[in-house]
């Protein structure tokens, strides 16, 4: 059961009528002449008691505030919305699978310097190339590269393709099967990863 609430039907509907004051204020800043204001209106409109086991009304007084004061600050905090919290466990990353290359991307990756580049180079440097082009330029330049090569060059890069394929098929299968193998190790780097 919720506990009874320490202000009453009057000093809510007062308070709930400083809350976007108290907001505006808690963005900006600068809080004494927010509490100075609420304080005043808070003793014109209810009397609190005083504490009468304290002998020195200096004391009485000083308590009497303190008391307002902690009780006005509580109610502000516990009804005003609270900042969302940034979540502090992050995801581990996950690799993504790399396609597997092909065929003329295997013979740029391997041949681009010696057999394509200066063709490019040239063709680039003539001007007659619009922009974004670029790329175009490069694609038929390797394979009019791929295309002078002989017949055998060519079986023979297929083949190392093929290998190449093979092996990415084999490396993803591989990766796949380990990132549903949860093991105690898996467990472990992930708790170091926080």
Request: aromatic fraction near 10%; charge should be positive.
């Amino acid at each position: 059961m919720a506990p009874q609430e320490k202000v009453t039907t009057d000093q809510k509907t007062y308070l709930m009528n400083l809350m976007d004051s108290y907001l505006e204020t808690k963005k900006n800043g600068g809080f004494a002449k927010f509490w100075a204001m609420a304080y005043q209106e808070w003793f014109k409109l209810w009397l609190e008691q005083e504490d009468t086991s304290i002998k020195d009304e200096s004391e009485q007084k000083e308590a009497l505030t303190q008391a307002i004061k902690k009780r006005q600050q509580t109610w502000f905090r516990n009804h005003t919305v609270q900042k969302p919290k940034p979540i502090q466990v992050t995801a581990p990353k996950v690799q993504k699978a790399k396609c597997s290359p092909q065929l003329l991307e295997a013979y740029s990756n391997q041949y681009y310097n010696t057999q394509v580049a200066m063709n490019v180079a040239a063709i680039l440097e003539k001007g007659d190339v619009l922009q974004g082009k670029h790329l175009a330029v490069i694609r038929e330049q390797v394979e009019a590269a791929f295309n002078k090569e002989t017949p055998k060059f060519q079986e023979d890069f297929a083949a190392i393709h093929a290998k190449i394929l093979k092996d990415h098929a084999i490396a993803r299968k591989k990766a796949k099967e380990e990132a549903n193998l949860i093991t105690p190790m898996s467990y472990e780097a992930y708790i170091v990863s926080l």
